[in-house]
Nanobody
Framework: QVQLVESGGGLVQAGGSLRVSCAAS????????MGWFRQAPGKEREFVAA????????DYADSVKGRFTISRDNVKSTVYLQMNSLKPEDTAVYYC?????????????????WGQGTQVTVSS
């Protein structure tokens, strides 16, 4: 079992940067692909980025490509999302999730561990 706790959210001006982190507990973190999702008020949760268990492969939503970078540190059992050039439309609750699969990229239903989320607010 993997438990996930996000941190690092906050309020930032448009054009600014923020890094959110997701600390995992559990011995199997390094075998999980990890992803970031977000949900804005009144909208469905959407995929943001994913990284394979070894960190070799990554995948991004078109809306964040070139601005966001996902990374992981398997020694620290932590996955990061560096967000640059933030826009007001990036405002959302950001969730990290884990998928116990070797397939790449994981399908949405394969994410079976979720954190509680961290709020990111981008002001214009």
């Amino acid at each position: 079992q993997v438990q996930l706790v996000e941190s690092g959210g906050g309020l930032v001006q448009a054009g600014g940067s923020l890094r959110v982190s997701c600390a995992a507990s559990g011995r199997t973190f390094s075998s999980h692909a990890m992803g970031w999702f977000r949900q804005a008020p009144g909208k469905e949760r959407e995929f943001v980025a994913a990284i394979s268990w070894g960190g070799v492969n990554s995948d991004y939503a078109d809306s964040v490509k070139g601005r966001f970078t996902i990374s992981r540190d398997n020694v620290k059992s932590t996955v990061y999302l560096q967000m640059n050039s933030l826009k007001p439309e990036d405002t959302a609750v950001y969730y990290c999730a884990g998928a116990a699969t070797t397939a790449w990229p994981p399908l949405s239903y394969e994410y079976n561990y979720w954190g509680q989320g961290t709020q990111v607010t981008v002001s214009s």
